[in-house]
């Protein structure tokens, strides 16, 4: 097992630490060895964020989401990266998120394995990296080298990016309203309903949300 996750908070002060007891675990059968670790952060410019994380102690069985705490309409969010300082642009991608890296043709969708999580681009860039490496291995077993020209490509596109070489366009869509990116030359802009209708869920099915007293004015259509 690797895992070569980085935490990526660094999203200034945790200022509420709750954790909650959910019970047996679902995988592994574990008997209330299930918990939920939830941090409220606030983004300077952004406004409040929620991180949480549910892990089993049993058998190490984990999953990550965010969502926004303010009442966001469904956006497209979208920054050129051409410099290094653009990699900072924060990216808040929760497990509704769609992020699509389009000069390398990279497009991070919700599913099943989905994690949420708050980073930057310079983070989004690293996970893409570590997929690429994985799925560059697999290729070079199977033979098939024309699939591993087409990853090293990538990565040295990756690399050119961060080396503020090369542009790279990021964007993030979440039907939801629980993703998106900050920064100064960050643009927005409402998702259209064909656009909200096509994209994603990822594990969300249409319900009301868990916790807390959020009141989305719902639409049955
Ligand atoms: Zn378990």
């Not at 941090?39 to 949480?52: D, T």
């Not at 994380?53 to 979208?78: F, H, Q, W």
């Amino acid at each position: 097992m690797t895992e070569g996750e980085k935490p990526g908070v660094d999203v200034g002060e945790a200022d509420d630490i709750q954790v909650i007891s959910l019970g047996d675990c679902p995988i592994c059968g574990g008997k209330g060895t299930l918990k939920a670790m939830q941090y409220i952060h606030e983004i300077p410019y952004f406004g409040k964020v929620m991180e949480s994380t549910i892990i089993c102690e049993k058998c190490g069985y984990r999953n990550a989401d965010v969502m926004i705490l303010e009442d966001r309409p469904p956006k497209s969010y979208s920054v050129r990266v051409e410099e290094e300082k653009d990699l900072f642009t924060r990216v808040v991608r929760s497990k509704s998120g769609t992020i699509e890296l389009d000069e390398i043709g990279v497009k991070i969708e919700p599913g099943p394995a989905a994690e949420g999580f708050v980073s930057n681009v310079e983070g989004v860039l690293e996970r893409v990296r570590e997929t690429l490496l994985m799925t560059r291995n697999f290729k070079k077993q199977e033979g098939d080298e024309e699939a591993v020209k087409k990853v090293d490509e990538i990565l040295q596109y990756i690399e050119d990016v961060k080396g503020g070489k090369k542009p790279l366009t990021v964007k993030i869509m979440d039907p939801l309203g629980n993703s998106a990116l900050i920064g100064e030359k960050v643009k927005s802009r409402l998702l259209t309903q064909e656009e909200i209708d096509s994209l994603s869920l990822g594990p969300y099915v249409k319900v009301e949300p868990e916790e807390g007293s959020e009141e989305n004015p719902e639409s049955d259509s």
